[in-house]
């Protein structure tokens, strides 16, 4: 069974900080992909990154960077100098194996970003 | 259409009612997926089509829960008999094809039901 945890439920920051947000999965296939979205207000799924379990590559793209350790089953997002903007519910998700099509997703972690 | 569009965007029924939830997909995406998502919770798979058949249903709580893609474009979720529980916000997702690794999702916005 796939399980993605994101421990932290709620973290607040004051504008300009870096912040790193936590998701930890558990699969038993040996491929399988990492998602983060973003949530805004409005509902809608914004989508971040995706990485592949073949790719240990971490990542940055602008202010945001992404941080995948297979040893300890993480997938952890960093946001540097946040902003106002950033406030959104940010989610991981798992999908693996055959039915990779069908994301498992975490809690989703709720970022304020305070000015 | 630019992204997948979801309606209606709000519905409130009163318990025991039918509705129905309906999702269009971008154009030319041929895999449309059906999510729900609860308070606080991160979204749950509902069912999975590729063009108009529903390749995986195996997220469908019960069988008052029931999606067509007739034309292998539009979607409808369909809900008989509707209980406080189903309350939820039902997110409408489209691939390429096969999403997951290969070709990522578009979600809508989706459909908050309220059911009273």
């Known amino acids: 069974a796939q399980k993605v945890t994101q421990a932290q439920t709620e973290i607040s920051v004051v504008e300009k900080e870096d912040v790193t947000l936590d998701c930890v999965y558990e699969?038993?296939?040996?491929?399988?992909?990492l998602f983060w979205y973003k949530q805004p207000p409005s509902g809608e799924l914004v989508f971040l990154i995706r990485?592949?379990?073949?790719?240990?590559q971490n990542e940055i793209s602008g202010r945001y960077s992404w941080n995948f350790q297979k040893s300890t089953s993480s997938f952890n997002f960093t946001i540097t100098a946040s902003q106002v903007v950033d406030s959104a519910v940010y989610f991981c998700a798992l999908g693996s194996g055959a039915g990779s099509y069908q994301l498992t997703f975490g809690k989703g972690t709720k970022l304020s970003v305070i000015p | 259409g630019a992204g997948v569009s979801q309606t209606p965007s709000n519905k409130v029924t009163e318990k025991g009612k039918y509705v129905e939830l309906r999702c269009d997909p971008i154009s030319g995406h041929t895999a449309l997926y059906w999510y729900r998502q609860s308070l606080g919770q991160g979204p749950e798979f509902l069912i999975y089509f590729q063009g108009t058949g529903a390749a995986d249903d195996s997220g469908l709580p019960n069988d008052r829960f029931f999606a067509v893609r007739p034309e292998g474009s539009v979607s409808t979720l369909k809900i008989q008999r509707t209980e406080r529980g189903d309350s939820a916000v039902y997110l409408c997702a489209s691939s390429l094809g096969e999403g997951g690794g290969t070709y990522g999702y578009t979600f809508g916005s989706g459909t908050r039901l309220t059911v009273v």
């Open positions: 990485r592949n379990s073949f790719d240990e």
């Open positions: 699969t038993r296939d040996t491929t399988y992909y």
